[in-house]
C-alpha cells in the first residue's frame, strides 16, 4: 500500500506580493483617468475682477474749483459695491497733482440709497481732520455729490452723514441738514495752451 504523501505548494519569491500591490495601484490610478468624475477636479480659476472708469473730482491745487480725473476702479459687477469703490477712491485722493478734498484717515462707514438719495456715513475723522474754511467745506461736499452724481446720474442728491448721525455742518459753513445736489459750475477745465484752469460748467 501506496503511502499517502502531502506535497506543498511551491513558495514563492518573497518580491512577488510587492510587486502585486504595485500593479494593483497602477491600475486603480488608470481606471481614475478613464472616469474623470470620481477624481479631484482641479479648482476653477478665479474670474477677473471687472474694472470701470469713473470721474472723480478733486480739488484745483490752489483751492479755486474742482477737477475732473478719471480712474479705473476694480469690483463694479454690481452697483452697492461699484458706489462704494467709486468713494473709496475719492477718499483715497488723487494720483496727479490735484489737492485732496477729504482728510487722509476719512473713513467710509456705509452708503444706503433710497430713491435718487444717497446717504454716505463717514467716520468722525471726517469733520476732526477737514481744514475748515468755507470754500474747503463746499469743495468737500461739491467733489462728492458731483462724483456720485456724475457717475450714477441716477442719484441726484447726497446726504452726509458723521458716526451714523446727520449734522448740520463739517466746520460751520455748509449747510448740511438737507441732502446736497451737485453744482458743475465749480469744475474747472484745463485752459487753452495747457495752463491754468477756466470754469467748465455742467456736463452735457
Not at 474742482?66 to 463694479?76: F, P, S, Y
Request: charged letters at 20%; glycine letters at 12%; a neutral charge.
Amino acid at each position: 500500500m501506496a503511502a499517502f504523501r502531502h506535497e506543498l505548494p511551491p513558495r514563492r519569491p518573497r518580491w512577488f506580493l510587492p510587486v502585486i500591490l504595485l500593479a494593483v495601484l497602477i491600475a486603480g490610478g488608470l481606471l481614475l483617468r478613464h472616469f474623470p468624475g470620481t477624481a479631484t477636479s482641479p479648482a476653477p480659476a478665479e474670474a477677473p475682477r471687472q474694472l470701470r472708469a469713473v470721474t472723480l473730482y478733486f480739488a484745483a491745487a490752489d483751492g479755486s474749483g474742482l477737477v475732473a480725473e478719471t480712474r479705473d476702479i476694480a469690483g463694479c459687477g454690481a452697483e452697492p459695491e461699484c458706489l462704494a469703490g467709486t468713494v473709496e477712491a475719492l477718499l483715497g485722493g488723487p494720483v496727479g497733482s490735484l489737492a485732496p478734498v477729504f482728510p487722509p484717515r476719512t473713513t467710509l462707514r456705509g452708503i444706503a440709497v433710497a430713491g435718487d438719495e444717497v446717504q454716505v456715513d463717514f467716520g468722525r475723522d471726517l469733520v476732526e481732520g477737514h481744514p475748515g474754511g468755507s470754500r474747503w467745506e463746499l469743495l468737500t461736499v461739491q467733489a462728492l455729490a458731483g462724483t456720485v452724481a456724475g457717475n450714477f446720474p441716477h442719484l441726484r442728491q447726497v446726504r452726509l452723514l458723521v458716526e451714523g448721525n446727520a449734522v448740520e455742518t463739517l466746520k460751520g459753513h455748509v449747510d448740511l441738514r438737507q441732502p446736497i445736489r451737485p453744482d458743475f459750475t465749480l469744475v474747472l477745465k484745463a485752459a487753452a495752451g495747457g495752463t491754468g484752469t477756466t470754469p467748465a460748467g455742467r456736463p452735457q
